[in-house]
């Protein structure tokens, strides 16, 4: 069984993108959305896609199990996915041995930007780099889950990104 562990972050400044390694724009859906579990689809880039099953009330910690599936599957399932569509387009940042994923969104929630640091164990304690803002670890708000079944862009959408 895989375990996720990470921490998120909101992004201070733009300092970053002097360090970004990949590019990945995303497109995802919750097929289903529970307090304690989620099935997302997601579409990365034209050309792959996952399906990803989450179970778990923890605010650190929640099991996850990922499989790759067609994209003409992932645009099917999609297209009935109640609420809302996530887009955002993930860059990964290396830093003092770990990776970082800075998520800037578009669409719906164009000027949110969140940073998460995943984790190998509980215990990990990784180095914050200098553009990381407040952390947002267990707010709800800003889980992709909670991004994608109720409109809070109102609230957390305050900065437009170019």
């Given at each position: 069984?895989a375990?996720?562990?990470?921490?998120?972050?909101?992004?201070?400044?733009?300092?970053?993108?002097?360090?970004?390694?990949?590019?990945?724009?995303f497109?995802?859906?919750?097929?289903v959305?529970?307090?304690?579990?989620?099935?997302?689809?997601?579409i990365?880039?034209d050309?792959?896609?996952?399906?990803t099953?989450?179970?778990?009330?923890?605010?650190?910690?929640?099991?996850?199990?990922?499989?790759?599936?067609?994209v003409?599957?992932?645009?099917?399932?999609?297209?009935?996915?109640?609420?809302?569509?996530i887009?955002?387009?993930?860059?990964?940042?290396?830093h003092?041995?770990?990776?970082?994923?800075?998520?800037v969104?578009?669409?719906l929630?164009?000027?949110?930007?969140?940073?998460?640091?995943?984790l190998s164990?509980?215990t990990?304690q990784?180095?914050?780099?200098?553009?990381?803002?407040?952390?947002?670890?267990?707010?709800?708000?800003?889980?992709?889950q909670?991004?994608?079944?109720d409109?809070l862009?109102?609230?957390?959408?305050?900065?437009i990104?170019?």
């Amino acid at each position: 069984m895989a375990k996720e562990i990470e921490r998120k972050f909101l992004v201070a400044d733009e300092s970053w993108r002097e360090e970004i390694v990949t590019r990945t724009r995303f497109r995802q859906g919750y097929i289903v959305s529970l307090d304690d579990r989620s099935v997302r689809v997601r579409i990365k880039g034209d050309d792959a896609a996952t399906l990803t099953i989450k179970i778990g009330v923890g605010v650190l910690v929640r099991d996850e199990y990922e499989y790759d599936i067609p994209v003409a599957d992932a645009e099917e399932l999609l297209s009935s996915a109640p609420g809302f569509i996530i887009e955002k387009i993930r860059y990964t940042v290396e830093h003092e041995g770990f990776v970082w994923e800075v998520d800037v969104f578009d669409g719906l929630y164009r000027g949110l930007v969140v940073a998460e640091v995943e984790l190998s164990a509980e215990t990990d304690q990784p180095a914050l780099p200098a553009w990381i803002g407040e952390e947002v670890t267990g707010d709800h708000r800003y889980s992709n889950q909670h991004l994608a079944t109720d409109d809070l862009s109102t609230e957390l959408c305050y900065v437009i990104q170019d």
